[in-house]
């Protein structure tokens, strides 16, 4: 049974450019979270898609946008790349929001370097 | 001002030596705390979680400890490996919304 996968592992970008980053959640989830994670920082919390549809978002700007799929997987999107935006970026899956207890897998991220 | 608080934010201990690390946080109405192991350029992995009626949770040699009233968790990491060299990141909930302290990084040297 596989993890949460994402892809790619690296990624390296100009800034203006823009980057598509991918998710699997792990098997049987159906909630994917997207969280930023700069150097020494804990990670931040960017969106949440449910069902397709974003669900909860965090602080950041309108550059950044998702995507979930029928099959749950999720894409995030960052526009106008700025040299701030270099991080690691985690994927977690979670099956459903109901439940306080429900535990969210963290994929191995992607790390984005914004030169 | 994070809701999450950790302490210290780094710490270097000998293989075989004990150590603590702190989570303090202002998160309300709490959920539960969980602790998860950071290994370096990897996602984090969950070691325990807590609900607000457990005041102890073990996960070999790592053991959590949760004070409700005082808003206070510590991880203490016992008989530490060189394996054991990663970041421990708090992460408390409160609802849906998770909150992460900014991490302790432990670093075992032999």
């Known amino acids: 049974d596989a993890g949460v996968t994402q892809s790619p592992t690296h990624l390296i970008k100009t800034r ?6 991918r ?4 098997s049987g989830h159906d909630t994917v979270s997207w969280y930023q ?3 020494g920082q804990g990670p931040q919390f960017i969106f949440q898609y449910y069902e397709e ?5 965090g602080n950041f700007p309108d550059r950044f946008s998702g995507h979930q799929f029928p099959n749950y997987s999720s894409e995030l999107n960052v526009n106008a790349l700025l040299l701030g935006d ?17 535990e969210q897998y963290f994929g191995p991220g992607t790390r984005l370097t914004v030169t | 001002k994070n809701q999450v608080e950790q ?3 780094s710490l270097i201990i000998l293989e075989g030596k004990n150590c603590t690390l702190q989570c303090n946080y202002t998160v309300s109405p709490f959920s539960n705390l969980r602790w998860y192991k950071q290994d370096t350029g990897r996602g984090p992995v969950s070691l325990t979680i807590m609900t607000f009626s457990e005041n102890t949770k073990s996960n070999g040699r790592y053991t959590a400890t949760l004070d409700a009233d005082t808003k ?9 490996q060189l394996s054991d060299s990663a970041s421990y990141i708090c992460v408390v909930r409160s609802d849906y919304k998770l909150s992460f302290g900014a991490g302790t990084t432990v670093t075992v040297r032999a």
């Open chain 1, 53 to 57: 549809e974003e669900r909860q978002r």
């Open chain 1, 23 to 26: 998710c699997s959640p792990k």
């Open chain 1, 16 to 21: 203006g450019q823009q980057v598509t980053l």
């Open chain 1, 37 to 39: 994670q700069a150097l």
């Open chain 2, 7 to 9: 302490s210290p934010q």
């Open chain 1, 86 to 102: 270099s991080a690691l970026y985690l994927c977690a899956s979670s099956g459903g929001l109901a439940g306080l207890n429900y």
């Open chain 2, 72 to 80: 206070q968790s510590s991880l203490h990491i016992t008989a530490s």
